[in-house]
């Protein structure tokens, strides 16, 4: 069974920084890419940030661009979210995502959702 376990949020000043990890658990034979997604109260989810598995190439929505960055461990299947000058319009809870998850033996390649983490700006 595999897992995305999530750490980090909680709450921040505007002009703050947070950092979000997400660690991808079980009997895990590849990972493809991974990101982060967060939904604020009463919208929709929207694509934050994502970084691909192999060369690391990254995406970040245009509201995020400049201010948070993606990483990742592949050896660990880790991914990171670091966020800096954070503002009010960036509360809301942020889900870990992982693509095309290949379990050890298996054929089968699935998408995996982390339980999310709040993150909330505010003075």
């Known amino acids: 069974q595999v897992q995305l376990v999530q750490s980090g949020g909680g709450l921040a000043q505007p002009g703050g920084s947070l950092s979000l990890s997400c660690v991808a658990s079980?009997?895990?034979?590849?990972?493809?890419?991974m990101g982060w997604y967060r939904q604020a109260p009463g919208k929709q989810r929207e694509l934050a940030a994502r970084?691909?598995?192999?060369?690391?190439?990254?995406y970040y929505a245009d509201s995020v661009k400049g201010r948070f960055t993606i990483s990742r461990d592949n050896a660990k299947n880790t991914v990171w979210l670091q966020m800096n000058s954070l503002r009010p319009e960036d509360t809301a809870v942020y889900y870990c995502?992982?693509?095309?998850?290949?379990?050890?033996?298996?054929?089968?390649?699935?998408?995996?959702w982390g339980k999310g983490t709040l993150v909330t700006v505010s003075s």
């Open positions: 995502h992982a693509e095309k998850v290949v379990v050890t033996g298996s054929n089968w390649e699935l998408d995996y």
């Open positions: 079980g009997s895990i034979f590849s990972v493809g890419a």
């Open positions: 970084i691909s598995s192999d060369v690391g190439d990254t």
